[in-house]
T-cell receptor
């Protein structure tokens, strides 16, 4: 079956512009996660959606970052007024139920470069 | 300090065993995971272990957990060039709502 799909795979943008990154989770997965992977760093948790509950936004680094998940499926991560330090690979993952013993299934990521 | 720590690089010869180590700080860790990331790809779950277990074996992979020392290791037997990748250790805890916290990853290089 189809895995987690992310688009675009690469995005180059100018500093100050807004970007939208898309994630299509595995069908039927109720939980969706966004992580950021910077060069030489581990995965930094950004935000978590579980069903119809309010998202856990505790990892968002600033108010320029926001995310939504429509209809419990597709999610969009938006970064406003991008800065060079936003350059990273943004990874989306989904899982059948909440975290814990339910493994995360990752997409291939969107590589964002801010010039 | 970081919640999950790993050494950044490991180089082994093809056919040898690889041991990748990880330490974590949260004693309430419930699940501990190993993920593998190949170039240009997302992370793939290799295996995970519950905190009430000491060891888990799955074909060439052996996971050892020392709860007292908060130390987790992944042993890959008969390492092959296809095992070259970045290996991430991760933990999930009750305090963190079980959302996995990842280490920086260990780059495993397998040479002939």
């Amino acid at each position: 079956g189809a895995g987690v799909s992310q688009s675009p795979s690469n995005k180059v943008t100018e500093k100050g512009k807004d970007v939208e990154l898309r994630c299509d989770p595995i069908s039927g997965h109720t939980a969706l996660y966004w992580y950021r992977q910077s060069l030489g760093q581990g995965l930094e948790f950004l935000i978590y959606f579980q069903g119809n509950s309010a998202p856990d936004k505790s990892g968002l680094p600033s108010d320029r970052f926001s995310a939504e998940r429509t209809g419990g499926s597709v999610s969009t991560l938006t970064i406003q007024r991008t800065q060079q330090e936003d350059s990273a690979v943004y990874l989306c993952a989904s899982s059948p139920v909440g975290p814990g013993n339910s493994p995360l299934h990752f997409g291939n990521g969107t590589r964002l470069t801010v010039t | 300090g970081e919640d999950v720590e790993q050494s950044l690089f490991l180089s082994v010869r093809e056919g040898d065993s690889s041991v990748i180590n990880c330490t974590y700080t949260d004693s309430s860790s419930t699940y501990l995971y190993w993920y593998k990331q190949e170039p240009g790809a997302g992370l793939q779950l290799l295996t995970y272990i519950f905190s009430n277990m000491d060891m888990k074996q799955d074909q060439r992979l052996t996971v050892l957990l020392n709860k007292k020392d908060k130390h987790l290791s992944l042993r890959i037997a008969d390492t092959q060039t296809g095992d070259s990748a970045i290996y991430f250790c991760a933990e999930s805890t009750t305090g963190g709502s079980y959302i996995p916290t990842f280490g920086r990853g260990t780059s495993l290089i397998v040479h002939p």
